[in-house]
């Protein structure tokens, strides 16, 4: 995709959010492409005891890494972004004794891709030539992925080092596996730890080597993706970008906010594409990095759902592994159960995953979103026959939602951990602490969370639809009556008819939560909520308790664990917040739509034009900046994906390619000007659509072939 402004920009581009941007919490760089990343400071070094390193298969295969000139750390100038999986980082060397500053510009240019390289450019500014000798610092401590977020000591056997020329390789037994790194650098010698070069460099002159972190385990050592003896722009993670960049849409806006967020959410995601071993043919989205780089269910479902406008393939791909992956045995451990849809997949330590298991199936929400997602790939033209071949599938999924789901008969989908190994909460809010009563009161379980029965409700209905499409008109009838019962049944349990929003959730003693949240607001998103419900919950969405000026909050200023630094109790999350603005759109309920809109594209624009995981939900009023969360995944797949979705809702795109129905009804915000999407991909056609100039409501000219 290319995005490009229109020929009549706006007279003020929000400038940005009242002349503020946020600064991050934290001096770290991440770099990311497929399932390995690198973290470290802004010079370009790492350090051991801090969460950094470089990443493989939710391993650190590089805990230290640090340059030294002279026996002197390097001075971090710049850090100059490129590719998600790319950066520059410009330092200098410390001064000589007796200079008031440094001659000697060093540059670390570094491209990570299952490895890393680093090519080193040395540029002497002097008017002698500089003598010069140049470590790097290397270790690897293969510890695992969370025990490095955490900052606990890894469990591992000792390391073996060895030095053989210019490389040094380290190994480890990981498990019951080994894993293994060659640090290898062009024209060094190595010494125990170190790689080691002595340089003259001329006056006015540079000099420059290459250093390759090639990862190894009982296959044998990894080949590296960025080979020294071809140009970068020829190495497959470059190629592979350029064409996902390629074939997507592109969007023409006056709004430079809006047009941003929209190319940083289209690098993102295409940094964060991944597949897994069990199909490996097939595009997944990991969740974020720089800790969830693997494969999580509801996460890859969601964010396959914002972004399916932009490319139905990943929706596909998702569908299809997930699929491969579907429950097939009751085991309490991993929590699977036939029919369920998996939380995550792990491919480091498995003693340190979740239930000790590869795969993790303790989430309540993503079998029945599975459902939700096939019928929307299947509205933008996905192919029957690929549909088909999921639908069983998404019958066993239903089957699960009414048999394993469903843990008391009542009608309504519950969840408690099968064993002290799993999840305790098992929606998106998924932190201990994250359900709760409105006076504090932590909810027990089984619980019955409330946006779980409005995925319920949306896979119904799904399943109704793909039942027409079918031909199976008995059968769609009887989904939809099934989904209208729950719509009444939730009506009846979940509605506070004196507070006039949902409970957040039923307890196991069926006792309403009380707390008001945003959870309410997905169902607005599967159309669980209509007419004055929806009303009523729009205004609490969009009230003081809940909106923060840049978006909604998870819980209301008015709960006991209110807190607007926390993970999930008064925080905002963008993903949540498109999903809740979608909903609003659904229910024509859209002066509150583009209030929440302008928000959250005022945060982006704070941010740079990349939305985190989430941030803190201090007002706006108090603090005139979007304040970031300590430990925020960013770039995040969900939050990538929620500025589509949003563009994407106020279009109001509504196709049913197999009905042959395309069509646009673009309810914009005044303040975005004219707007256009060339390229949407609609079955085995592209189509362009614009949005009105002046921010009227209502049918433009349509969507039209390209």
């Not at 504090?440 to 409700?457: D, I, T």
């Not at 006039?500 to 006792?511: I, Q, S």
């Amino acid at each position: 995709m290319s995005v490009v402004p229109a020929a009549e920009p706006v007279a003020v581009a929000r400038a940005a959010v009242d002349q503020h941007e946020a600064v991050p919490a934290r001096d770290e760089v991440t770099l990311v492409e497929g399932a390995s990343f690198c973290v470290s400071d802004r010079a370009g070094d790492i350090e051991p005891d801090r969460p950094q390193g470089v990443f493989y298969r939710d391993t650190r295969i590089v805990s230290a890494w640090r340059l030294l000139v002279d026996d002197e750390p390097v001075q971090a100038l710049a850090v100059v972004p490129g590719e998600p999986f790319g950066a520059r980082f410009v330092t200098r060397a410390a001064a000589r004794p007796g200079q008031d500053d440094s001659t000697v510009v060093v540059e670390r240019r570094r491209l990570v891709a299952d490895g890393m390289r680093e090519d080193l450019l040395v540029t002497n500014h002097g008017t002698e030539p500089a003598g010069l000798t140049l470590q790097l610092l290397v270790d690897a401590d293969f510890a695992d992925l969370f025990d490095v977020k955490d900052g606990r000591p890894g469990r591992r056997g000792a390391v073996r080092r060895r030095d053989d020329g210019d490389a040094v390789t380290l190994e480890a037994g990981h498990g019951t596996r080994r894993r293994g790194v060659r640090v290898r650098g062009h024209g060094a010698r190595a010494h125990p730890g170190a790689l080691w070069w002595r340089v003259v460099v001329p006056p006015r002159g540079t000099w420059r080597t290459t250093v390759e972190v090639l990862p190894s385990t009982d296959e044998g050592e990894v080949d590296a993706s960025f080979p020294v003896d071809r140009p970068v722009e020829q190495a497959d993670p470059s190629r592979r970008m350029r064409a996902w960049r390629r074939e997507r849409p592109e969007v023409r806006c006056a709004d430079p906010r809006l047009r941003d967020a929209v190319r940083r959410s289209v690098l993102d995601l295409g940094a964060l594409r991944i597949s897994d071993p069990v199909l490996p043919g097939a595009d997944v989205v990991a969740a974020g990095a720089p800790w969830f780089m693997a494969l999580f269910g509801r996460d890859s479902l969601l964010t396959s759902a914002l972004a399916l406008p932009f490319d139905p393939d990943l929706a596909v791909g998702t569908l299809q592994t997930l699929a491969a992956h579907q429950g097939r045995r009751v085991d309490p451990l991993s929590e699977e159960e036939p029919g369920r849809i998996l939380h995550e997949v792990r491919r480091g330590d498995e003693e340190r995953a979740l239930g000790g298991s590869a795969v993790y199936y303790g989430s309540v929400d993503a079998t029945p979103l599975f459902v939700v997602v096939l019928d929307l790939a299947a509205r933008w033209g996905v192919p029957l026959e690929d549909v088909r071949a999921l639908l069983p599938a998404a019958d066993a999924a239903l089957e699960w939602v009414e048999r394993y789901g469903d843990r008391d008969g009542d009608g309504f989908v519950e969840y408690q951990r099968s064993t002290d190994r799993g999840l305790l909460h098992q929606g998106w809010k998924d932190s201990h602490d994250a359900i709760s009563f409105a006076d504090g009161r932590p909810a027990a379980g089984p619980v019955a969370l409330v946006e779980v029965q409005a995925y319920v409700h949306g896979a119904y209905r799904a399943r109704a639809h793909l039942a027409s499409l079918l031909g199976d008109e008995a059968g769609a009838r009887t989904w939809a009556e099934r989904a209208e019962r729950l719509r009444a049944a939730v009506d009846d349990a979940f509605w506070l008819p004196d507070r006039g929003y949902y409970a957040l959730a039923l307890d196991g003693r069926k006792e309403p939560v009380d707390a008001l949240a945003s959870n309410q607001g997905h169902c607005l998103w599967t159309g669980l909520a209509t007419g004055e419900r929806a009303a009523q919950v729009a205004e609490h969405l969009l009230g003081p308790a809940l909106f923060t000026g840049w978006g909604v909050r998870t819980l209301a200023t008015t709960a006991a664990r209110y807190n607007p630094v926390s993970y999930h109790n008064g925080s905002v999350w963008p993903h949540d917040n498109a999903l809740v603005l979608a909903g609003l759109v659904r229910a024509g309920l859209l002066d509150h739509a583009h209030r929440l809109a302008e928000g959250l594209l005022d945060a982006a624009a704070a941010f740079g034009g990349r939305l985190p995981e989430l941030f803190c939900g201090f007002d706006r009023g108090d603090v005139p900046v979007p304040v970031p969360y300590p430990t925020s995944c960013s770039p995040q797949a969900w939050a990538a994906a929620s500025p589509l979705g949003l563009l994407t809702a106020l279009l109001r795109l509504d196709p049913c390619v197999p009905h042959g129905r395309r069509v646009a009804r673009p309810a914009l915000p005044a303040s975005w000007g004219p707007v256009e999407v060339q390229g949407l991909p609609l079955g085995d056609d592209r189509w362009d659509v614009a949005g009105p100039d002046d921010g009227a409501t209502g049918a433009c000219a349509g969507l039209l072939t390209c």
